[in-house]
């Protein structure tokens, strides 16, 4: 095939990989003006002075992060995204309720600032995570009808509420009134778990078709796990259409519970970090090595990819324009190879396992710009982070430019 617009960049001798788009295979892709112009083979050879070579990685959607807090120099939690985004194949950002109604605009201005492409689920609580915890101690905090009206005003960057639950003295009321809320907005909710009450059972029951439930793999007191079996409860919910999300985190992974998940025939619909300032440092539990734990439990390829581009865009109704190849749509990907060795992975509890392959960043184009391998901001100063990890974290970079450089590509 020959396309008859002259590239301004095409990514080939890739294994292209999009499930959502049904593409597999060896191609080509032609970029023109930031947009996915044409996905065919040859195209490298038609226009070898715009051409970067991948060296056989996989090329895949630049990925859509459904669960991450950038809410930087605003709430405990925040990061910048852009020095991330190059170094994980992350290209959009869905921040889980950094901000509520009180501070929604603060938060887009900041994220308006950003390079990269950010959404935002609204916390339930008017204050978001300013504080570490906390948000809804003060039931007076979810206020409804401010925060549908700055739903209305923002309809074009809030993509859901979002709640966590976990509170003793309210119980599952905090939800009820996340979904009340939600139901006149026409939006789902996101739902953290981690510590009940309230019990794993009473949440998936009130969940509805298209919310979700994020830290799906938890393994504290609200995992999904009883007796070491998974809860049928779980599999009625999904019936239903709620979604399952893993956000790893620095809490929020527990081996014993995903892999009684897995053995139940239970993968997650959505696969995200919760990347936030206290777990990006080493062990840097990003993206990758979130995807990377899914590659081990022996989810497939094309399963990992499509839960960390076409669901989570469809989930933020951003179909067709992110995680996806096809034409017209940002030109966003994410390239990586699968490397063979032994390699040590650790959940949020403790527990390791010995993976044998695991996901290995190369490349990240955003707009159809190819993003330099950054070193991570420095944590802020009222952390006990130091700087060892930061050591740590420039290590990591330079080993991704190494592998970038073995490749060509710059």
Known sequence: MTTTMRPDLVIANGRVLDPGAGIDGDLDIAIVRGRIHEV??????????????????????????????????????????????????????????????????????????????????????????????????????????????????????????????????????????????????RLPVMVHVRNGPPDIRDILAILRPADILTHCYTGADMAMVAQDLWIPEAHEARRRGVLFDVAHGGASFGWKSAEAGFAAGFRPDMISSDLHQLNYFPPNVDLTETMSKMLHLGMEISDIVRAVTSTPAEAIRMEGQVGTLKPGAFADLALFEIADGEFTMTDTHGESRTARRKFKHVLTVANGELLPHAIPDRPSSYLTIKDPSIDGARRMIDARRHLLHAHGCC
């Open 40 to 185: 065919a083979a040859g195209l490298g050879k038609q226009f070898p002075d715009r051409t970067i070579d991948a060296g056989r990685a996989w090329v895949m959607p630049g990925l859509v992060d459904i669960h991450t807090h950038c809410f930087w120099g605003g709430t405990y939690f925040g990061i910048r995204p852009d020095p991330v985004a190059g170094n994980t194949g992350v290209t959009t950002w869905v921040d889980a309720g950094s901000s509520g109604a009180w501070n929604l605009a603060a938060f887009r201005t900041i994220a308006e600032t950003s390079k990269r492409r950010i959404r935002a689920y609204v916390n339930v609580s008017a204050v978001g995570l300013v504080a570490r915890t906390g948000e809804l101690d003060n039931l007076d905090y979810i206020n409804e009808d401010d925060l549908l009206a700055v739903i209305d005003e923002h309809r074009d960057f809030i993509v859901g509420i979002k709640v966590r639950m976990g509170h003793p003295k309210h119980g599952i009321l905090p939800l009820e009134r996340a979904i009340a809320t939600a139901r006149k907005a």
